[in-house]
């Protein structure tokens, strides 16, 4: 009997039959163009998806980089709450939905789900995709106005990535105000720059007022305890690049790895992290070097030795992003 196909496998399957009669230089132009649209100011009221050329084109570009990287965030989360299973979601700007991809990786099975975004063809070809993923077969999408006059119902779990960067700031408060006044859990995703991250601070900070707290990244719900314009906390997800990702952006690799910034905050009684590791581990000859986000609020860096047994093997096989020590219970 063959194994069930992933949900990523059959998302990268998917996105690969989207390109199909699509000439190649067509669809690296969509997404330079995109790409060129997205790094500018976006009024909501102004889809940049104009048409299912251009979705297809960037959804084949950028939905395995934000499935990897929600995936990533939805994982740190589960640690934390390993009895719940959400029962339905909301995904906020979902677009083509990758981020409902996601969550189908996460736990499986079907939920109640609907997709909002004001991009119609981004709608219309999210369904097509989600036809292959059986999860998702009874999904709702639904076109809305992303900003100040968004209500949402209750659920169990919203997701809002790459979102909040096309939003003005008062859309931005509205959005998160409103997720968490309807949602058990709010994950929040963005890029991995400094303004990414300084998006997810403010968000998070909303999130701790409205009455959540952080179990993902943060080992706490207090104040961020980086220095402001001196550095910024973001992860990194694997991506495997697909042919028209290799043409867009050139190298060789097969892969490329996707930066992002995140937080889960929820009203569950889920418990963080003991402590996480916020930059990729250092490893020497017979050490590893570990900097951590404490749980008492402070940034630290601890040298694992040999001296310290099979915690040492563990060490060297931590990963950014990764809790520590592992193995420990959240609080």
């Not at 039959?17 to 995109?34: F, K, S, Y």
């Not at 509205?174 to 720059?193: R, Y």
């Not at 179990?215 to 992860?235: L, M, N, Q, R, T």
Request: glycine share 6%.
């Amino acid at each position: 009997m063959n194994d069930p196909v992933s949900p990523a496998e059959t998302l990268r399957r998917s996105l690969a039959e989207l390109l199909d009669g699509l000439p190649p230089r067509q669809a690296a132009g969509a997404v330079e163009r995109l790409i060129a649209n997205y790094r500018g100011q976006t009024p909501t009221h102004a889809p940049i998806l104009r048409d299912r050329a251009d979705v297809a084109a960037y959804a084949a570009y950028r939905m395995p980089a934000t499935f990897e990287a929600v995936r990533s965030a939805l994982e740190a989360f589960a640690a934390t709450a390993p009895d719940f299973t959400p029962r339905s979601h909301v995904d906020v700007g979902g677009g083509t939905g990758a981020a409902t991809w996601a969550v189908t990786a996460t736990w499986p099975g079907e939920r109640g789900v609907t997709v909002l975004d004001w991009a119609e063809p981004a709608l219309a070809l999210g369904r097509e995709i989600a036809a292959a993923n059986p999860a998702l077969r009874d999904a709702r999408w639904q076109r809305a106005r992303i900003g100040a006059d968004l209500t949402l119902a209750d659920t169990d779990l919203v997701t809002v990535s790459y979102v909040l960067n096309e939003l003005s700031e008062p859309d931005r408060a509205a959005l998160v105000d409103a997720a968490a006044a309807a949602a058990q859990a709010v994950v929040i995703v963005e890029a991995g720059t400094p303004a990414g991250y300084a998006r997810v601070i403010e968000a998070r900070d909303r999130l701790v007022r409205a009455g959540l707290h952080v179990v993902a990244p943060c080992p706490h719900s207090a104040a961020c305890p980086i220095e402001p314009g001196k550095d910024w906390c973001h992860f990194s997800a694997r991506v495997s690049r697909s042919s028209l990702h290799r043409q867009v952006k050139g190298g060789t690799l097969p892969y490329e790895d996707e930066k992002f910034s995140y937080v889960v905050a929820t009203r569950l009684p889920a418990g963080p992290a003991p402590s996480r590791v916020v930059r990729r581990p250092q490893i020497r000859k017979g050490q590893v070097l570990l900097d951590l986000c404490e749980a008492d609020e402070r940034l630290s860096r601890t040298t694992v030795t040999k001296r310290h047994g099979s915690l040492y093997k563990a060490a060297r096989d931590t990963e950014w992003g990764d809790t520590w020590p592992p193995g420990e219970p959240s609080a």
